[in-house]
């Protein structure tokens, strides 16, 4: 049997600057008698290095189709006897041991971008023994000024060119208020000023992965500024990985925080950045130098209107439109009793005016089912 891997896995598995990271601090760690969790395996490549590094088991915690491959991969490895696959999420998952190494990878771009650790504080609290070992224990959301014109034209300057004589001027202003992600290294980003922590987070005892920072970033060269770069280091064993555009490159992104327009500072400007981020929220921030004041959210990076406000506001009263009463109905049909032949003709008997085919309703119900199927 094949196996379509995808890109981020692909990505990810090729990563030998970070595997090169995590193999050396499992190295300090692993002993035969060694029991890891991999939270959010994928693929199954750290656990599979903790394995072939002579841990005694290694569970594989991955929500996804990916541990069909990583079984694969033990077996072509003759480890499988030291691996146990657990295809669940982590707030589901049982096992019959504490841990002794927990192994994640939920750092997110900028340190807390794609809402993982707080599921990581979880699998700490659940499962890893009292003095265990965390991989990494602990990361640090780094800022800095930057001179950035190639990063800065791709997500805001090119909505002020004319398109066929169309100008798109006008919805700029949400370009403005979203973070760009993506390299700010070989030379597409020049260094104003020192590079300064926003956040730091130990792993081992945080209980929240709340950011709502203040730093000064300090002008040491005369340019440009584009706005503020972003990154994340973290700490594993007795190194540190950097994310920063001037260390060797991961599969991890930079951010660029835009500046309104491009801005000429000197030596000795001082810039006060606060950058604000609520778990499972929206970035949002204010920047000040001299008497300029500059603020931006992700959460006016489109239009938002006056309905929609009032359909999220907390004391709202939601209701269900048909798509959503369709996928009621499926969820309420996936009994234990009902296949999937009977619920896609239950849902095209019930909702004929939303599926152009029987193949797009047994599509929708794939789509729904997806998540929650034992």
Request: aromatic share 8%; hydrophobic share 40%; glycine share 8%.
């Amino acid at each position: 049997m094949s196996y379509a891997i995808p890109a981020e896995q692909g990505s990810m598995v090729m990563d030998h600057h970070r595997n090169g990271f995590y193999f050396r601090a499992l190295k300090e760690v692993i002993t035969p008698d060694s029991v890891v969790m991999d939270l959010g395996a994928g693929v199954g490549t750290l656990g599979l290095i903790a394995a072939s590094l002579g841990a005694k088991q290694v569970y594989l915690v991955e929500p996804a189709t990916d541990l069909a491959v990583a079984e694969q991969v033990a077996r072509a490895n003759n480890l499988a006897d030291r691996i146990t696959c657990i295809p669940a999420a982590i707030e589901t998952a049982e096992i019959d041991e504490p841990v002794d190494v927990l192994l994640s990878v939920f750092t997110g771009n900028f340190l807390v971008e794609e809402d993982l650790l707080p599921s990581l504080f979880l699998a700490r609290d659940r499962f890893l023994k009292p003095g265990g070992t965390m991989i990494p224990f602990a990361g640090r959301s780094m800022v800095q000024l930057v001179e950035a014109p190639e990063p800065y034209r791709e997500q805001v300057g090119r909505w002020s060119d004319d398109v066929c004589g169309v100008s798109f001027e006008s919805i700029r202003r949400y370009a403005l208020n979203e973070l760009f992600y993506g390299d700010l290294g070989r030379d597409r980003a020049q260094r104003l000023g020192d590079a300064q922590v926003l956040m730091n987070l130990d792993f081992r005892q945080a209980l929240s992965a709340d950011c709502d920072a203040t730093v000064e970033l300090t002008v040491s060269s005369a340019g440009t500024c584009h706005g503020i770069a972003g990154w994340f280091d973290m700490s594993g064993g007795s190194e540190t990985l950097s994310t920063s555009p001037y260390s060797e490159q991961t599969h991890w992104s930079q951010v660029l925080i835009p500046l309104p327009e491009p801005l000429q500072v000197a030596p000795g400007d001082v810039f006060s950045v606060r950058v604000v981020r609520p778990a499972f929220g929206t970035w949002s921030w204010v920047i000040e130098t001299g008497d300029k004041r500059f603020t931006g959210s992700t959460a006016f990076r489109q239009p938002v209107s006056p309905a929609f406000l009032s359909r999220h506001a907390g004391g709202a009263t939601p209701t269900l439109n048909p798509r959503g009463e369709a996928a009621k109905l499926v969820l309420t049909l996936m009994d234990g009793n009902t296949s999937n032949e009977q619920i896609n003709a239950a849902i095209g008997r019930a909702f004929p005016a939303l599926f152009s085919s029987p193949a797009a309703v047994a599509q929708f119900v794939s789509s729904v089912t997806g998540g929650y199927v034992e």
